[in-house]
């Protein structure tokens, strides 16, 4: 596609409940990053994917998140048993390259907003 | 613990006016300074970067400044419009050794909410 999509936009869901974020890079990016922008607290990075590949995932906040890319595209953003703290928009952004970064930068999608009740 | 520091928080100028933004870092070893620009309802989008081999770079109206001895860099936005009203934040980033010298993540500041009055 021409942009970053992320689905879906909007997700409330209920406490201690599972849920599914989705992002679909630009076509032929192969880097793909997700962050967490809570309000007054700026971006908080998550992890990266190479490819399928996730070389760091330090910045998971929990256990009760994780990620997955296939096919060198779709990634999913997953958190068990949500918890209201894990309210928050959730961006996520390609580049052409893990090293291509520089002048291009990230391109972001419109992120997902999640609101735990 | 905050590697990036921006100020102020919040920015009301004058159309025409100057709005400056400062950013400070910590760690000697971010190679990349870029601003990312953010509407509501939107991500944030890439509008200019420096690296620290240069004091300052403009690019149309937007110039970020670098003191690589003091570790600040700011960003200037001449003659602002109200269509500039926007939250903005700087970022910076560190080479990893996951990926051969890339990044693997910026490190953002909280970001800057600007409102440029008519």
């Known amino acids: 596609g021409a942009g970053v999509s992320q689905s879906p936009s909007n997700k409330v869901t209920e406490k201690g409940k599972d849920v599914e974020l989705r992002c679909d890079p630009i076509?032929?990016?192969?880097?793909l990053y997700w962050y967490r922008q809570s309000l007054g607290q700026g971006l908080e990075f998550l992890i990266y994917?190479?490819?399928?590949?996730?070389?760091?995932k330090s910045g998971l906040p929990s256990d009760r998140f994780s990620a997955e890319r296939t096919g060198g595209s779709v990634s999913t953003l997953t958190i068990q048993r949500t918890q209201q703290e894990d309210s928050a928009v959730y961006l996520c952004?390609?580049?052409?390259?893990?090293?291509?970064?520089?002048?291009?930068?990230?391109?972001f999608g419109s992120g997902t907003r999640l609101t735990v009740v | 613990q905050q590697q990036v520091k921006q100020s102020p928080q919040s920015l009301i100028v004058q159309k025409g006016g100057i709005p400056i933004i400062n950013c400070a870092y910590e760690?000697?070893?971010?190679?990349?300074f870029p601003w990312y620009q953010q509407f509501p309802g939107k991500g944030p989008a890439l509008l200019i970067a420096i690296r620290p081999d240069v004091s300052e770079k403009k690019e149309g109206r937007f110039t970020i400044s670098f003191n690589k001895s003091a570790k600040q860099f700011s960003l200037h936005i001449m003659d602002s419009q109200p269509g500039d009203s926007a939250t903005y934040f700087c970022?910076?980033?560190?080479?990893?050794?996951?990926?051969?010298?890339?990044?693997?993540?910026?490190?953002f500041g909280k970001g800057t909410h600007l409102i440029i009055q008519p």
């Open positions: 760690n000697t070893a971010f190679d990349y």
């Open positions: 970022a910076a980033s560190i080479k990893s050794p996951y990926s051969g010298g890339g990044a693997d993540g910026l490190t």
């Open positions: 076509s032929g990016h192969t880097a």
């Open positions: 994917f190479q490819g399928n590949s996730a070389p760091d």
């Open positions: 952004a390609s580049s052409l390259r893990v090293l291509d970064f520089g002048d291009y930068g990230y391109t």
